[in-house]
């Protein structure tokens, strides 16, 4: 069945740190991964979407994530951590339209 | 507004009683989702509406949850004799088509509490 882990339930990163967020999935064929980030209170919001091309796709807020089929993993990166980027991110696959998430990273930002 | 809305916001209610949660989609979308977030389950897919095809309802947990689209456009989730373990944010979303990589857009949830 498919599946996807998101090893890391909370990461506290500085201000100004740069940031990786994992994210493995299971899934037979070629992926549809996203990334979403859901703020205290706030729905889902996406980040960014992979589905075919170039491995390295941008997302918005300055964030990109590499498709990696040889380890089956699609991390988010962030070169430079803001405050405003305390949140909850979802790693996730599509299957048959449907959503899967992972459990979710929460991301905490000291100054 | 442009965005996927939901009503309530919050509902709090009694066990055994049944509630209704609202979506509203965004104008044009013809692909309709639920998801339920909760402590235990994180987030999981519930039922999913596409045009005039049948729902896929193979993620509603129990016979007390349902859902209907009407004309297309509003959804209602219902959940019936409502059990404690019911206490979730019910999360809506909706995309263009329901394509696989069509992004879903996501309203800001209902939470509901059952006493």
């Known amino acids: 069945a498919q599946s996807v882990t998101q090893p890391d339930i909370h990461i506290t990163v500085s201000e100004g740190a740069s940031l990786e967020l994992r994210c493995n999935y299971s899934?037979?064929?070629?992926?549809?991964l996203f990334w979403y980030v859901q703020s205290p209170g706030q729905g889902l919001q996406l980040l960014l979407k992979?589905?075919?091309?170039?491995?390295l796709v941008q997302g918005i807020k300055g964030f990109e994530a590499e498709f990696k089929r040889s380890q089956s993993s699609f991390n988010l990166r962030k070169p430079s951590v803001h405050w405003s980027d305390a949140a909850e991110y979802f790693c996730?696959?599509?299957?048959?339209?449907?959503?899967?998430f992972g459990t979710g990273t929460r991301l905490q930002v000291f100054p | 507004g442009a965005g996927v809305s939901q009503s309530p916001s919050n509902k709090v209610t009694e066990k055994g009683k049944d509630v209704e949660l609202r979506c509203d989609p965004i104008?044009?979308?013809?692909?309709l989702y639920w998801y339920r977030q909760s402590l235990g389950q994180g987030l999981e897919f519930l039922i999913y509406?596409?045009?005039?095809?049948?729902?896929?309802k193979s993620g509603l947990p129990s016979d007390r949850f349902s859902a209907e689209r009407t004309g297309g456009s509003v959804s209602t989730l219902t959940i019936q004799r409502t059990q404690q373990e019911d206490s979730a944010v019910y999360l809506c979303?909706?995309?263009?088509?329901?394509?696989?990589?069509?992004?879903?857009?996501f309203g800001p949830g209902t939470r509901l509490l059952v006493l």
């Open positions: 979303a909706s995309s263009l088509v329901g394509q696989s990589q069509e992004t879903q857009y």
């Open positions: 899934y037979g064929a070629t992926p549809y």
């Open positions: 992979y589905f075919s091309g170039d491995t």
């Open positions: 996730a696959v599509v299957n048959t339209d449907k959503l899967i």
């Open positions: 104008s044009g979308h013809t692909a």
């Open positions: 509406f596409q045009g005039n095809s049948a729902p896929d």
